[in-house]
């Protein structure tokens, strides 16, 4: 079952939130970021791309006018060590270029 839409908070919550506040008279203070941001706010460092998978690909961008084999080479290697890489689009893009190479002979 789908909650509410976003912005809106169910009346049990409501409820939970004001019977929680302090008895001060004060309004309680509602955190009305989406879950999505803060998850990624919250998201670690370590999700963004490792020097070595950049280089990989750098690499294998190098290679794709002297040695197109090569640089599928790479891709793929990359594709093995980096399956879910945020460069995923930058991949598919010199594996496709590498293949292109290599079924026309080399030629642009």
């Given at each position: 079952m789908a909650g509410p839409p976003h912005?809106?908070?169910?009346?049990?919550?409501?409820?939970a939130i004001l019977t929680a506040a302090p008895a001060t008279g004060a309004a309680p203070v509602l955190d009305a970021t989406?879950?999505?941001?803060?998850?990624?706010?919250?998201?670690?460092?370590?999700?963004?791309?490792?020097?070595?998978?950049?280089?990989?690909?750098l690499e294998a961008r190098r290679a794709l006018d002297t040695d197109p084999a090569r640089a599928l080479a790479l891709v793929?290697?990359?594709?093995?060590?980096?399956?879910?890489?945020?460069?995923?689009?930058?991949?598919?893009?010199?594996?496709?270029?590498?293949r292109r190479r290599l079924t026309k002979g080399?030629?642009?």
């Open positions: 912005g809106v908070v169910s009346l049990s919550l409501a409820l989406p879950p999505a941001a803060t998850a990624a706010r919250s998201r670690p460092a370590s999700d963004a791309p490792s020097p070595r998978e950049g280089a990989l690909l793929q290697a990359h594709r093995a060590e980096f399956p879910q890489s945020q460069l995923g689009p930058e991949r598919a893009h010199i594996a496709g270029e590498a080399g030629r642009r």
